[in-house]
Antibody, heavy 124, light 110 residues
Framework: QVQLQESGPGLVKPSGTLSLTCAVS?????????WTWVRQPPGKGLEWIGE???????NYKPSLKSRVTISVDKSKNQFSLRLRSVTAADTAVYYC?????????????????WGQGTLVTVSS | QSVLTQPPSASGTPGQRVTISCSGS????????VNWYQQFPGTTPKLLIY???QRPSGVPDRFSGSKSGTSASLAISGLQSEDEADYFC???????????FGGGTKLTVL
């Protein structure tokens, strides 16, 4: 049973960099999955941030692309999120999730396994 | 404001059938499949429906999904009190080259 676990600082200063890691257990990060970051501001809806394949291929939300980097570390079986120049608007619960790769065109990858989420607050 | 539009709230009484809509456009729902997620307060989202109308193992058949044109719907029949949760639709958008979530619908069981 694959499990995901987020880790990282719960408090980041404005203009700083948010860094989170998602550890994958019970399976290989080199399997046919897209490894994804989703966030949810308090009391609000879900927002897709971006995804990475074990090959290193990435897709990012356009409005965040200039500030986001998602990377994978196969040796540690984990993937990471870096979000630069954060503001209070980046305060949210950050989830990592797995989406099995669906090769068929026009099929939206579904997030079948989620981490428990970690709250990151941007404040001085 | 989300590109995928859901009603902010929906309600029904036990045993009723409730439908939650998700409206998009040609570049997202009109082209790609739709997934639905269920989230209880303070908990992690759970995949409820994938590829428009498929249920993961363990999801009761009271939950069903459909898609027509640029809209999708989640139907819950035989409504139960434990169905009270937030529901989100999601799909890929070819114009944005990214995945989108609807704004979410809070379902209340009266």
């Amino acid at each position: 049973q694959v499990q995901l676990q987020e880790s990282g600082p719960g408090l980041v200063k404005p203009s700083g960099t948010l860094s989170l890691t998602c550890a994958v257990s019970g399976g290989s990060i080199s399997s046919s999955n897209w490894w994804t970051w989703v966030r949810q501001p308090p009391g609000k809806g879900l927002e897709w941030i971006g995804e990475i394949y074990h090959s290193g291929s990435t897709n990012y939300k356009p409005s965040l692309k200039s500030r986001v980097t998602i990377s994978v570390d196969k040796s540690k079986n984990q993937f990471s999120l870096r979000l630069r120049s954060v503001t209070a608007a980046d305060t949210a619960v950050y989830y990592c999730a797995r989406a099995p790769d669906i090769v068929t065109p026009h099929f939206t990858n579904a997030f079948d396994i989620w981490g428990q989420g970690t709250l990151v607050t941007v404040s001085s | 404001q989300s590109v995928l539009t859901q009603p902010p709230s929906a309600s029904g009484t036990p045993g009723q059938r409730v439908t939650i809509s998700c409206s998009g456009s040609r570049s997202n729902i009109g082209t790609n499949t739709v997934n639905w997620y269920q989230q209880f307060p303070g908990t992690t989202p759970k995949l409820l429906i994938y590829t428009n109308n498929q249920r993961p193992s363990g999801v009761p058949d009271r939950f069903s999904g459909s898609k027509s044109g640029t809209s999708a719907s989640l139907a819950i029949s035989g409504l139960q009190s434990e169905d009270e949760a937030d529901y989100f639709c999601a799909t890929w958008d070819d114009s944005l080259n990214g995945q989108l979530f609807g704004g979410g619908t809070k379902l209340t069981v009266l």
